[in-house]
């Protein structure tokens, strides 16, 4: 991994598989673009591909490396904003063992540095849950720790979101990394009261604010500024410039 650099983060994950992390992603990346920074997406190791029935000879597509792709402006090689990716729908080391392949642990960590001097913000997807298996050795929270971004939870409104949220919550405390927020979101529509009782629990047993509910085909709201989830990594050694540099 690189030693010096300016470069600020994000990485985001959520309470499930499925949850809406790569929506939430892009609604960030759009609304970070269109307020003039200069962002990227990296998603270090993707699995389930998309491959056409009509045409089974055509190449495997991965949604999720799609939309981010599509978010940031299709400016940058989707090899980059995902330079591992397998065809199974399992988590990466189990579906990479299908293909006789392993996930490099390595590979998940330096992928990073090819957006050093890229981009201003790096937004990370992670791979599932912060316990998903995401190499023969590590889990999400594992790469995030050695990263060292703060954290975006992304969780479903309803039922169940408190317990799942709340724990979430301490697992990533207890291994020290900082909690940007929490971020709602489904792909249906949801009852908004029981979603403000939710959010009211969530808040007052942990202290951690709910940034946003975006509700289903919702822009990220206006009002609040995602560049401000971004920080600087606590595991890289920053370059200050000196006078008359």
């Not at 190449?59 to 995902?82: M, Y």
């Not at 629990?201 to 919702?218: C, F, H, K, M, N």
């Not at 609040?224 to 920080?231: M, V």
Request: charged residues 15%; glycine residues 8%.
């Amino acid at each position: 991994m690189a030693l010096l650099s300016n470069l600020r983060g994000l990485f985001v994950t959520g309470t499930d598989t499925d949850v809406g992390k790569t929506y939430v992603s892009c609604r960030i990346i759009e609304a970070l673009l269109n307020t003039g920074h200069n962002v990227g997406a990296y998603k270090p190791a993707c699995s389930g591909a998309i491959v056409s029935s009509l045409a089974p000879s055509s190449q495997p597509e991965w949604h999720d490396v799609n939309e981010l792709w599509s978010a940031t402006g299709q400016r940058f090689p989707k090899s980059q904003i995902c330079p591992q990716c397998f065809l199974e729908p399992l988590a990466p080391p189990l579906a990479a063992a299908r293909e006789g392949r392993t996930v490099s642990a390595q590979q998940l960590r330096s992928g990073v540095d090819w957006w050093l001097d890229r981009v201003d913000l790096l937004l990370i997807e992670g791979a599932g849950g912060i316990f998903a298996p995401i190499s023969e050795q590590d889990v999400v929270l594992d790469l995030a720790v050695d990263l060292g971004f703060p954290m975006l939870i992304v969780a479903r409104p309803g039922l169940g979101t408190i317990n799942h949220t709340l724990l979430t919550i301490a697992a990533i405390r207890q291994r020290g990394l900082p909690i940007a927020g929490v971020v709602m979101t489904s792909a249906s529509p949801f009852d908004q009261p029981s979603v403000m009782e939710n959010i009211k629990e969530i808040t007052a047993r942990s202290g951690v604010p709910v940034l946003a509910v975006i509700e289903p085909d919702r822009p990220w709201p206006v009002t609040i500024d995602p560049a401000d989830c971004f920080s600087h990594s606590r595991n890289l050694t920053h370059h200050e410039p000196t006078v008359g540099e």
